[in-house]
């Protein structure tokens, strides 16, 4: 009985083992399943069911239906006045990957850096890097001009590069990154936050297409920018304080390469498992100056989107002036020059919006927002298409014919009468200190005149009482002779 009893508790043993054996090796292949990077097959799956995702710019009547694209985020936007062309999720924080650079090389540009300065690379800016990260390949105590680390920056996306102008702009990389976070807080870009000056994946580290397009605006109108960012090449020759490096970017946008733009003006990509594809770029053709920017896109349709989304916008828009179609604050018809306030304001309609080739300009409404500060302009004129914001252009009083501190508008009403209040602080405040001395010089007057009737009154009072005096004494002397003539 009792051997019987052994050998069952020996079965069960070997079983529990079994079992528990089972479980970990299910549990490591379903680990480890999990842990298994996507193919590239199931990321293009994905960009592709992106292309199903709302644009929304395509939902605004009588705007010009813009591409269907694999990327998550996108944005055109004109880079003279912000105005946005093409929206698609264009406030959805990603991550940004390589494309930060760009706010890397800006914020020393901001910060007055020269670009003929020395900087020394630290080890510790070369251990900052990802293993696998891209870079430039240099070495510790190399020493290179500021302008040579920024070519390696834009054009091979040296992440130790970044570092290393970090430490010298800053004197740490934390540092520099703060400086990063303040310029973004100055552009007024609540959607972006930086930890790296490289781009490195972090869950701290976001942007977003409207946001990096801002941040672009401000890149791309620096030349210096624009050349390093649309070189394809670069041979850095060795010399005393640095090895040769050879530079090469990976943008196919560029000269001679499978999705060549006649029209860029610079441009940089970004790449992380977690980011994917990112790209930010700008164009010109015939005065117009478009940025675009592409976040969580499969290669090589990001360079394929931009081009797509360049030749979307170059296409179908074209500037106007607000003065083309401004009716409401007509200068030369209406209350703003009119006889009774006279040319009290001024609309700043030399202002260019980009308007849809085949825009109804009957179609554009506007309505009005006041600034804290008054200068140059009290406040803004918004316009719509459609309802779809395309610009504004600023109000301002002429300070020629009329000094005016404040102007209220109100019961504005585009299209309508327009309600004018004007309260002259300068103006009453002087007739109010003229009305203060008027009185005062009026009471002083007063007083005068008091005093010089009360000077002639006494006057005539003294002349009555020598009068008087002189009478009575010729009354004596009359009475005087009288007696004497007697007693003789």
């Known amino acids: 009985m009792r051997l019987t009893r052994t050998r069952n508790t020996i079965k069960y043993r070997i079983l529990t083992v ?39 710019t395509n939902e ?21 006045t912000g105005q946005i062309l093409y929206a698609k999720n264009i406030d959805e924080r990603l991550m940004p990957a390589s494309t930060t650079k760009i706010m890397t090389c800006l914020t020393a540009i901001k910060r007055g850096a020269n670009m003929s300065d020395v900087i020394t690379v630290s080890q510790a800016a070369i251990d900052a890097n990802d293993p696998e990260g891209s870079n430039m390949g240099l070495y510790a105590g190399e020493q290179l001009t500021l302008e040579e680390i920024m070519t390696g920056i834009l054009v091979c996306s040296a992440n130790e590069g970044c570092n290393a102008l970090a430490e010298h702009m800053a004197g740490s990389m934390d540092g520099y990154v703060d400086y990063m976070n303040e310029e973004a807080a100055k552009m007024g870009l609540t959607n972006t936050h930086f930890v790296t ?5 972090d869950p701290d580290h976001y942007t977003t297409a409207r946001d990096l397009a801002t941040i672009a605006r401000e890149f791309f109108s620096y030349d210096v ?29 560029y000269k001679n390469r499978d999705y060549e733009y006649p029209y860029l003006l610079g441009s940089k ?42 030749d979307y916008g170059f296409a179908n828009f074209s500037y106007s002036r607000i003065s083309d179609f401004e009716n409401t604050f007509d200068t030369g018809s209406n209350y703003l020059s009119d006889s009774t306030y006279g ?43 459609n309802g779809y914001y395309i610009g504004k252009a600023g109000l301002s009083y002429n300070p ?38 008027g009185v005062l010089i009026i009471i002083r007057l007063i007083i005068l005149i008091k005093k010089l009737i009360l000077k002639q009154k ?31």
Not at 20 to 40: N, Q, V, W
Not at 351 to 372: C, G, H, M, Q
Not at 405 to 420: A, R, W, Y
Not at 471 to 484: D, G, L, M, V
């Open 458 to 488: 006494e006057k005539a009072k003294r002349n009555q009482k020598f009068n008087q005096s002189v009478n009575s004494n010729k009354k004596k002397r009359k009475i005087a002779k009288r007696y004497k003539k007697n007693r003789h």
């Open 269 to 310: 990509t970004g790449y992380t498992d977690d980011a994917r594809q990112t790209l930010v770029s700008a164009a010109e053709k015939d005065g117009t100056r478009l940025i675009c920017v592409i976040l969580m896109e499969e290669a090589p349709y990001q360079f394929e989107d931009t081009v797509n989304l360049f």
């Open 343 to 385: 040319s009290l304001i001024s609309l700043n309609t030399d202002v260019k919006v980009l308007l849809p080739n085949s825009a109804d300009l009957s179609n554009i409404t506007s309505d009005i927002t006041y600034r804290e500060s008054s200068a140059p302009y009290f406040a803004d004129v918004n316009y719509y298409y």
């Open 18 to 56: 079994f079992l528990c054996l089972s479980l970990l090796f299910y549990g490591s292949s379903i680990s480890a399943l999990a842990d298994e990077p996507k193919t590239d097959e199931e990321y293009q799956a994905e960009a592709e069911e992106r292309k199903e995702l709302t644009v929304e």
């Open 400 to 437: 020629i014919t009329t000094s005016i501190d404040e102007i209220k508008l109100s019961g504005i009403n585009t299209n309508k009468d327009v309600k004018i209040t004007i309260i002259n602080v300068k103006k009453v405040f002087l007739i109010v200190l003229l009305a203060f001395a």
């Open 60 to 80: 605004v009547p009588g705007w010009p239906s813009g591409p269907a694209i694999g990327a998550e985020a996108a944005i055109l936007m004109d880079a003279d």
């Open 225 to 253: 920018l624009c050349r390093l960012s649309s070189t394809p090449y670069v041979e850095l020759e060795e010399t005393d304080t640095h090895k040769a490096h050879s530079l090469y970017s990976k943008n196919k946008l």
């Open 197 to 201: 000056t490289n781009g490195l994946p």
